[in-house]
Structure formats: C-alpha cells, structure tokens
C-alpha cells in the first residue's frame, strides 16, 4: 500500500507478572502462553505485535475477549507500558516521551472513546466535550463554540446542559465521541466503543463514524469482538488471537483468503453477501465481453448484485469504477464466493 | 515460701534473684496469705507465672506496680520537652475555641438565631429544616439553656472545621499510597476503640485544666476517624474507567485530584463530615469533665448532685442538636449526590 503510516507498532511485547524481562526471554525462546503461565504465573498479554496504522484510515483490532486487544490499545497512548517493542506516532517513538511529552501527546495528538463511555457524571454534557481544552487550562467561554459544534455534528443538539446521567447509553456515546472530536487530534482510539449499547442503536453510531470518516479522515483505530461490526468499519483488519495477531489485511482480503482455522471459523458465521464487494469476486479486464446483461460498480455489495440479477446465476456484468470498466463479474464467480471454502481446502 | 521458689532454684538463678526471704509485702491478698499463715497449697491455687507471683520469689524481678509506675514517671519525665512541641503548636487551637466560644456567647440571640436559620437555608435549601432549627433553637432558649446550647456548638464548630482541615488530606494520603493507609489503619483504629477517657489522662497531665485546647484535643482525636477513613474510601471508589479517561486526555495529578477524584469523592468525604460532627458532640458531653463549657456540664451536674429534671432536660437537648446537626448535613450531602447522580 502507498497509504502514510501513521502509527507503526513493532516488536511489542507485554508480560504481566512480577518478573516480565525473565519471562520475556522464554517467550523469545518460543514458550507458548499456557506453558509461561504454568511455569512461571507470568500472563502473556502480547506476543510479538506489528501493525503499521494508515493515516486517514480506520484501523479496526479484532479479537475475542482475552485476546489482548484492550491491553494493545492501551499501549498506543501508553496508558499501558509495554514490556518490549517499540510505538512510532509521526516517526517519533512514544516509548522515550517522558510524562511531559506524554500528556501533550494524549491532549493533542490522540483522543479515546471507552467501552464504558467513561464521562465525567459532575460535569455537563458540554464540559464533558471541552475536558481536553480544560485540561489545557482554557476556561468554559473558550470551548463552548468548538465543544457545541461538535455535539451539534454528532447529534446532540441543545443538550450541552444536561448532565450525562440524564441521557440514554447511546446519546452518552455520542458525548464520548464529541469529547475526543474536540480535542481535534488526528488519532482516535476507540475501545469497544459500541458494545454497550443495544444492536439498534449501535447500528446508528457505525453510521456516525462512517459519515464523520468520509468527512474527517482521522487515524481511527477501532476495538471490537464483532466481526460484522469489523469488516462494516475497516480499512485494514487485525485479528488477535492471545496475544498475537493471527492475519492482517484488508478485510476482503481475510474474508476469501483465511490462513487459519480460527478466522474461518470466525468468518464461517456472517452474511457475506452483505460483506462481499464486486471488486473482490471480478476478473480484472478491460476487454468488453460479449453477452453482458448490464453495468455494476466496482463498490457494490454482492446482495445488491444479487438483487440486480433477480437469482440468474447465468449473467455477466461489466464492473465500472468512474464512468471506467474495471473487470468483468461472473455470476458464477459470485455465487462460489458465497460459499465459505471448506476448512480441509485452506491448508 | 512461694510457688515459684523451686523454678529460680533449680535454674540456678537465686543469686541473681538476691535473697528473696522476707521480700516486701505487696498486696493485700500478701497480707491475708501471712496472716493466715502458710496453708497448704494444692496444684489448684498455681498462681499464673505473672510479675507479682514471680515477684514473691525473686526480687529482681518487678511488680507489676513498679510497671504502671515506670510508664508514669517515663511520661513524666519527657512531659516538659513534650510540651515544648505540642504547646506552641495547639496554642491556635485554644485561641480558636476562646474566640469562637466569645462570638457566639457574645452576639444577641435575635441576631444569632437567624443566622443559623440562614446558614441551614443556604446549605440544605429546605424551608422545612429551617423551621426546624428555629424551633429547637427557640425551645432550647425558651428553657434557659440557650448559653449552654451556643457554647456546645461553638466547640462543634471549630473541632469539627479542624477535623476536616487535617482529616481530608490525611484521606487523601491515605488513598494515593497503601503504604500509608497500612500505617494510618491502626491508628485510626485505636482512636476509634480507645475509652475516650484513657487519652484524657495524659492530657490533662500535659496542659492545664483551664486551656480550652485540652478538650479541644480530645474531641478532634476522637472525631477525625470518620472523615479521614471516608475521604480514603471515597477516592479509592472513583470510578476507575473515569480515571482511566483523564489519563488518556493528559491530566496531571494534581488536575485528576480537584477535577476527578474530589469531586466525585464528595458524597463519602461529607458522610465523613456528618459522622465527625456527630461523634464531635457526643465527646463534648464526656470533655465537660475537663472543663469544656456547653450542655454538658448541666449532665454532669444532673449526675454529681442528682438532679434529674436538669440531667434530663440537658439530655433533650443534647438530642436535639444532634438531630439539627444530622439533618442539616444531609441535606448538604443530598443535594450534592442530586447533583451527580
């Protein structure tokens, strides 16, 4: 890819318990989790993380609960210190900030959203927004125009003076979005930001961080244990599996291609032709074919073609990106996509 | 011949012991033994080995009289330079309570009156409590113990403003550092559980019976437990998800501390308040012993010349102060966990 790196992570380790550069060097020397733990009681949290983080893009961290993606978050604005490894934010190792760079680094450069929406119940909706421009020492008057648009652009209009326990889970989520959005760092974290709040309403904010992601182009990265969740937000996929990170890629990509038992296991269960997009199925051509029953785009999902095609498996379209033929999609093509390949076939 | 003669015999140590025989009568229970003369002793009356039964058969070892005795003279003996320390550093104390005790005795009851129906207004924002300070305000003058009944307030008023001036950052210590939680914890303890009348010994042996400070000591040792443990629990409770969110936007300490952890530590530091101020007031009653002025000393004349329409009616209204204290802070503490909720 040709995308900045905003965020690279290499080499990262993280053992808990009391002895973590001892039990580092038996994890170098290929002791598996269980057996540390057994062993020694040390808990390995990360086993050897790299990701580089596009800038601009959303970065979405996959994996069960107990996978280490809420602790790998939390190495990225260290409020974790890791055991081993390296975080370079803009070129810049975050590892040899002291506390000073530190804190200017969480108030400018990288925001979070928490699980637990995490706001402060003394303090108004709109001084929950402002939190980074008081941290800053700037008073109230000074934030309210920023920290109002920002409610206003997430939904929240005319609610700046209730208090957050007066509002629902979701409307408290917006607050916490607001809060990171006001600070306009270019980095935002998101830990399992939309797993509190019921199916519907979760809906509802993955739409909002769509909508402000076309609009913003901030460094997103997203924790979830929802796969759907995943694959409607990424623009590169990471899955976590104990600690370590078991594929990465686009989410296309790891969908048709899983090297692992557990991501086909994983992806086995979801609505693919939901998921899957006409550039990932087509052939790449430009040669017009003969017999085509009609143009699609390059973006559409598999369902919309379906539904185009009203179930003839028969058809070829010409799949156009920008006014341009970019492939040719098979109908054929399509419908052997929806079937996940048989986990004998993946070896 | 005493039990334990054999055991220093046989160990060899009747030299050190020097000669026992005809050793110094101690107690009465000696006395009787002589008079009756030696009576034969079963293995039933083995008196337990304790310093005045060992004592019978050596006299190197001590009585436990001369043990009472060395706490005493060693305390008497650092008592001056002790006091050297401690009396400068109390000495606001006493100027506090004397200034305080004057201004409340000092300004007129139709101007006192209220302004402590006032101040209940501006705390509690109840028109009902305030009329129910009016009333018991009202009663306790209408009976003559209004005097009593300001003078026990004012000594509340400042015990109680010093406990929260040393006990909530005492708290907050305690809830930044286990080290020192684990070595406040039984000192907490023991003021809490030591009879309030043990430490009003060395007191009084420290300063003189006419220093305010003397009692003014007494109430905030016994009075400061509830709003340091409080304080300490309160801010260990914070929410840690909350913290977590201040770190992550780049508090410092000390932000983290006003703008999070206090204000959210609020409605256990001012549970911590109301039980200070309760037990505050239940020890001016025991401190009139020492001369604090108030509503205690009519108890302790109901108790010394038996009267008991004062030792009740001063009862009453010890009672209802209480329930004017207790009320007004929590109606404080209500409106500020409305405020979070």
């Not at chain 1, 190495?75 to 804190?103: C, M, Q």
């Not at chain 2, 340091?228 to 780049?250: C, M, N, S």
Request: aromatic share 6%; proline share 4%; glycine share 8%.
């Amino acid at each position: 890819m040709t995308d900045d790196i905003k965020i690279c992570v290499r080499n990262l380790y993280k053992i808990f318990g009391d002895d973590p550069q001892g039990a580092l060097e038996k994890v170098r020397g290929g002791m598996s989790k269980a057996d540390l733990q057994a062993e020694t009681g040390h808990v390995l949290g990360l086993n050897n993380i790299n990701v580089d983080m596009p800038a601009g893009k959303t970065t979405v961290i996959m994996g069960l609960s107990g996978s280490g993606k809420s602790t790998l978050i939390r190495h990225l604005n260290r409020l974790i210190d890791p055991t081993a490894g390296e975080v370079i934010l803009n070129g810049e190792n975050i590892l040899d900030y002291n506390e000073r760079r530190l804190r200017e680094m969480r108030k400018h450069e990288m925001s979070m959203v928490f699980q637990k929406f995490a706001l402060l119940p003394h303090r108004t909706v709109l001084e929950n927004a402002g939190l980074s421009w008081e941290i800053e020492g700037k008073n109230r008057k000074k934030y309210a125009a920023e920290a109002t648009k920002w409610l206003n652009r997430v939904g929240l209009e005319g609610q700046g003076e209730q208090y957050p326990a007066q509002l629902s889970g979701g409307m408290q989520q917006r607050v916490g979005i607001a809060r990171a959005l006001t600070s306009n760092s270019d980095v935002m974290l998101m830990d399992e930001a939309f797993s509190a709040l019921d199916p519907l309403i979760r809906t509802d904010m993955q739409d909002l961080l769509i909508e402000l992601q076309a609009e913003l182009h901030k460094t997103v990265i997203f924790i979830t244990h929802d796969l759907d969740e995943a694959l409607k937000l990424a623009d590169h996929l990471v899955i976590l599996k104990d600690g370590f990170i078991v594929q990465q890629g686009e989410p296309q990509h790891i969908l048709l291609n899983p090297n692992d038992p557990y991501i086909e296991a994983f992806v086995s269960d979801i609505n693919r032709a939901r998921v899957l997009r006409v550039r990932s199925v087509m052939e790449k051509t430009d040669v017009m074919p003969a017999d085509i029953a009609g143009e699609v785009d390059y973006d559409d999902t598999l369902e919309s073609i379906i539904a185009v095609s009203e179930g003839d498996t028969t058809n070829n379209y010409r799949v156009m990106r920008e006014g341009k033929q970019v492939g040719v999609l098979h109908m054929r093509d399509l419908v052997r996509a929806l079937v996940p390949r048989h986990p004998g076939e993946a070896a | 011949m005493a039990t334990y003669d054999n055991f220093f015999d046989t160990l060899g140590l009747r030299g050190w012991c020097g000669d026992s025989s005809g050793g110094g009568l101690s107690s009465m229970a000696d006395l009787m033994g002589q008079a009756g003369g030696d009576a034969d002793t079963t293995v039933w009356d083995t008196p337990f080995p304790s310093l005045d039964a060992l004592h019978d058969s050596c006299d190197a070892i001590p009585q436990s009289r001369d043990l009472t005795q060395g706490l005493e003279q060693g305390f008497l003996a650092i008592k001056d330079s002790l006091k050297v320390v401690v009396d400068p550093l109390t000495q606001p104390l006493s100027w506090a309570l004397e200034d305080t005790l004057w201004l409340m005795q000092t300004v007129p009851w139709f101007i006192m009156i209220p302004m402590l129906m006032l101040i209940t207004y501006a705390v509690g924002r109840s028109m009902k409590l305030v009329g129910l300070v009016a009333l018991v305000f009202g009663f306790l003058a209408f009976i003559d113990f209004y005097e009593h009944t300001m003078q026990t307030l004012a000594i509340i008023f400042v015990c109680a403003f010093i406990c929260v001036l040393l006990g909530v950052p005492i708290g907050i210590a305690m809830s930044r550092s286990d080290r020192v939680q684990r070595s406040m914890i039984p000192i907490l303890d023991m003021l809490q559980t030591l009879p309030p009348f043990v430490y009003l010994i060395p007191l009084i042996f420290l300063f003189s019976v006419t220093e305010p400070k003397l009692y003014g000591i007494a109430i905030i040792l016994y009075a400061i437990v509830p709003v340091v443990r409080l304080t300490d629990l309160g801010i260990r409770l914070v929410d840690q998800d909350v913290i977590e969110a201040a770190d992550a936007f780049g508090m410092t300490n000390r932000q983290k501390l006003f703008k999070v952890q206090i204000p959210l530590a609020l409605p256990n530091i001012m549970a911590g308040v109301n039980q200070t101020i309760m037990m505050s007031l239940a020890m001016v009653v025991i401190a009139s012993l020492v001369s604090a002025p108030g509503l205690g000393v009519l108890v302790l004349r109901g108790i010394r010349s038996l009267e008991l329409g004062v030792g009740l009616l001063s009862g009453l209204g010890i009672v209802l102060l209480a329930i004017i204290l207790d009320r007004v802070t929590k109606a404080a503490l209500a409106r500020i966990n409305a405020s979070q909720k």
